[in-house]
């Protein structure tokens, strides 16, 4: 359902979505994980926005599978990963 510019879901408690997952290499070499809850296109800017101008980000094949209903990750948030 779309409202105005945004899309819009009903209600659903078992609705899962797949996040873009996007590898982060520091310029030491050290490898770090971030999720972007955006769609898969704008992901690494997105992570680009918060790390540091000197790494380099890129889309992995990798997705995180989360459900709505833990709400662990918002709408246009960008998190590292802890593994």
Do not use: H
């Amino acid at each position: 359902m779309r409202i105005g510019s945004e899309l819009k879901f009903p209600k659903m408690s078992n609705v899962r979505k797949k996040i873009p997952v996007v590898e982060v290499i520091a310029p030491d070499g050290r490898k770090s994980l971030w999720v972007a809850a955006v769609a898969k296109a704008n992901a690494v800017a997105a992570v680009k926005q918060v790390i540091p101008a000197n790494f380099v980000a890129a889309l992995t094949r990798q997705r995180l599978t989360i459900t709505r209903k833990s709400d662990a990750l918002r709408r246009g948030e960008v998190r590292k990963v802890k593994l």
